[in-house]
């Protein structure tokens, strides 16, 4: 922009941070989150979320998951399909029942 004015810039001004999340694959949490969805899979996104948060601040053992897939989502026409959510409500099941002690 500087050859068509000379006093065009950019200013960056920072409004929020907050930490990566980096859970270890062997992590007790994300063995037990694998259990509930009944997967081993990894994917790694770089998208922001408070999980960062929990885990580095509050030393909370974090992963991040939920119902869809992650090139269906945060853009136009996202979607999550019937399928997906009966997935999620069985997940959401396990983690309710292993939290009152009968899992």
């Not at 990566?20 to 990894?42: E, H």
């Not at 009966?86 to 997940?91: D, I, L, N, V």
Request: net charge neutral; charged share 20%; hydrophobic share 45%.
């Amino acid at each position: 922009m500087r050859a068509v004015n000379e006093r065009a810039g950019v200013e960056l001004v920072l409004r929020a941070q907050f930490p990566g999340l980096s859970t270890p694959r062997d992590a007790a949490i994300a063995s037990l989150a694998g259990r509930f969805a009944r997967t081993n899979a990894v994917v790694k996104v770089a998208y922001g979320a408070e999980a960062g948060l929990f885990h580095e601040y509050l030393n909370v053992p974090t992963v991040i998951c939920g119902p869809g897939f992650i090139d269906q989502a945060h853009k136009p026409d996202e979607f999550i399909a019937l399928k997906q959510i009966e997935q999620c409500e069985r997940f959401v099941n396990g983690v309710i029942q292993y939290a009152g002690g009968s899992a």
